[in-house]
């Protein structure tokens, strides 16, 4: 008896419920707000309604706040989303679920580095947070997947997650309806009513139970898929470790190509100091090429100048011979004429003073002869040696000349 008042008293309530108006005041908001299953619509009015309210706790503007973005979120109105959540960040910046919640939103915006950052900030407020660690494997997954996302949908996999990660968590939970009290209900009625819960209770005992077994199916597939994940971060560690290995290799060769590379550059410097010194000193020997060439000219000139000396002096020598020539010719009428008046005063039988005196005139004349013949001849070997002489210098000359370009 006492079981069908009960059951009659919560159906009646269900039914009182149900048919009872809905009033807009600070109670029921908080319970449209807060509810999952509140339309949207509604819960956003309601939570606005709470927040425009006035002077209220933080814990609960921050869970109004909160439980907004968990209606806009349902709505799939991902900005006014992001902006409530940051609401609640900002009244309770310790809020793990607040950051975790926000990152859902901005990963559905495709703001994969901030909402990586929020799963971050949530894990570091709450190290064990499953949803959080699923939520930026998935966010790394599409930004960098190098590894990352096996590994914190492992360590999510791994943890008892709250609410699956798509979805925003609650606050608060509705509080409890006032029991509405029923003064009479036909008793037929009241026991079809429940009979016919207790059918639907049935029917949601199965399901339920057919649910468990997926569950467990799905953990076993969980399970599996984390010693995957298992042998696939050990591979990634591996390859982390030869790259690590690689990288110091590949440093340690550039290192000593930057050794061999300094090198080279202080030999290039080197060679090109020297080949400024050689410059230097291929300046000098040009201007000592110039010098010697300017010498080589003007040894050219006085070759030319002792040439037309040497034509000169031939001339002269030349004209010297025809006077020597022209004096031996005097000579010879002289002597001939010598001989001719010996002939003659013997001849006429003069004396042999008045010979003398005669011949005399003629042997002074035939020494002044002998003296000019003899002042010519040594003006020609004068004039010959003076030839002589200026050939050496000019065959000296040559040669001089010709060495110094050689060593040029």
Known sequence: MRRIFTSACLVAFLLAVGTLPAQADPAQDQRWCAANKTPGEKAVDACTRLIDAGPQTATGLADAFYNRGNAYARLGRWDPAIASYGGAIKVAPDDAQAFNNRGHARARKGQFAAAIADYSRALDLRPNYANA???????????????????????????????????PEPALAPPPAPVVAVDTVPLNELNDQLGRKESEITALQSGLTSKDAEISRLKAQLQKTGAEAAGLKTQFV?????QTALKAQLTSQLAVKNGQLSKLQTQLKQNVASGAGIEAKLTEKDGKLAALQAEYDKTDDRLVSLRNEV???????????????????????????RDSAESRLRDQGETQTAVYRRFGKTQKEFRNFQLAAKRQKKQIGELELHRWVLGGLLALMTIIAIIGFRRG
């Open 133 to 167: 660690f699923i939520g930026r494997g998935a966010a790394y997954r599409k930004v960098d997947p190098v590894g990352l996302d096996i590994i914190d949908i492992n360590r999510g996999g791994g943890l008892e997650a709250e609410a699956p990660p798509p979805e």
């Open 238 to 242: 591996a390859s982390v470790r030869a």
């Open 311 to 337: 034509t000169a002096s031939q001339a002269e020598i030349k004209a010297l011979e025809t006077r020597l020539a022209e004096t031996n010719e005097k000579l010879s009428a002289a002597v001939n004429l």
